[in-house]
């Protein structure tokens, strides 16, 4: 689909990603981003160095300003929100701030497409955070690992909401809002319940994208902490396969507005947390890691698996990339660029 792109949150891990593969193909793209992450500016710097200073619209602005969304994205044919706070324990340490930006900058960004006259797609980056715990769902330990007891394809999307943490409850006000502006404004609006994504161009920190940070940390000396047993298993699906999705949902938009899809690994790409991931970072290292084990983290699941058939079936989604080769390739390019993370 050609047309005119506004990126929430691109120069982020994922956003950045993103906006690379449309520059790429010639697409126009507006950046909005108020570059407070770690890496955003480094984000923007590595476009600009691959495509040239004006090879974008840069707006450097928050989602908390509505007139300023609303403005800069007058002329957008496709809006992809993913700007947001990213982290659980930032959330509970400050919920005014998750709220204004996840619940408050979502619905900013939503009155700004509704009202922006070109019938725009919208896609929202939620989370499979709002499944909450699943205390309903029985989990067993079996090889060293914990897994669903009677879930062979993962959580699907009907699993009931249970928004835990503000962090939840932010993401899930704004899960829910892009889902009824479908139905009550008719927008071409699509929720993708995202699982643990990761990939090059990942800052990662402690309390978010622990894949990365945890490569970072073994790659740079720092310390690893991990929270809970180690074997709580989780999902994976690398950026450029979710980017796949993005293009997918978008070229099938009238196929599949108005709907809610999980976006994860899914059952063939699961590993633990650190029982069976550690041992893959050594094996890449070169040597032992030592770690610290502190208590379970509160709202933490034991296992979080995505069922992704209902997109495979809607637009023909499935992940490409192994946790293997993933893993791999995102090692690669830590080891490769550790001036970045001094």
């Known amino acids: 689909m050609a047309g005119n792109y506004f990126i929430t949150g691109g120069a982020g891990f994922i956003g950045s990603n993103y906006v690379f593969r449309l520059l790429k193909r010639g697409e126009n793209v507006t950046i909005y981003d108020n570059l407070s992450r770690s890496g955003a500016a480094r984000n923007i710097a590595w476009l600009k160095e691959n495509f040239g200073e004006s090879a974008f619209n840069l707006v450097q602005a928050d989602v908390r300003d509505a007139e300023s969304v609303l403005v800069a994205s007058k002329k957008a044919d496709v809006f992809v929100h993913l700007a947001g706070q990213v982290a659980v324990t930032t959330s509970v340490v400050n919920p005014r701030e998750d709220f204004e930006i996840n619940a408050q900058g979502t619905f900013n960004v939503l009155e700004a497409a509704r009202l922006n006259g070109r019938d725009p797609v919208f896609l929202y980056s939620s989370t499979n955070k709002v499944y909450g715990g699943m205390d309903d769902v029985n989990v067993i330990e079996r090889n060293g690992r914990w897994e669903y007891e009677n879930l062979p394809f993962g959580a699907a999307e009907s699993q009931p909401l249970d928004f835990h943490s503000p962090y939840g409850c932010s993401k899930g006000t704004g899960d829910q809002y892009v889902r009824d502006y479908h139905r009550i404004y008719g927008l071409r609006s699509v929720v993708l319940r995202q699982s643990c994504i990761y990939g090059p161009r990942q800052f990662g920190v402690e309390d978010q994208g622990w894949v990365a940070w945890m490569i970072i940390a073994a790659v740079t000396g720092k310390s690893i902490s991990i929270y809970g047993d180690g074997k709580q298993i989780r999902d994976l699906l690398h950026v450029y396969d ?38 893959r970072l050594e094996k890449l290292l070169g040597k032992t890691i030592p770690v610290t084990y502190g208590e379970w983290r509160p709202g933490d699941q034991k296992v979080f698996v995505a069922d992704i058939r209902k997109a495979k079936n809607a637009f023909g989604w499935a992940p490409k990339y192994s946790v293997d080769a ?17």
């Open 326 to 342: 993933g893993v791999e390739q995102l090692f690669g390019w830590v080891n490769d660029n550790k001036k970045l993370f001094s």
């Open 242 to 279: 979710l980017n796949d999705g993005y293009d997918a949902v978008i070229a099938a938009i009238d196929n599949v507005k108005g709907e809610i899809f999980n976006m994860g690994g899914g059952p063939t790409n699961t590993m633990s947390i650190w029982k069976e991931f550690g041992p």
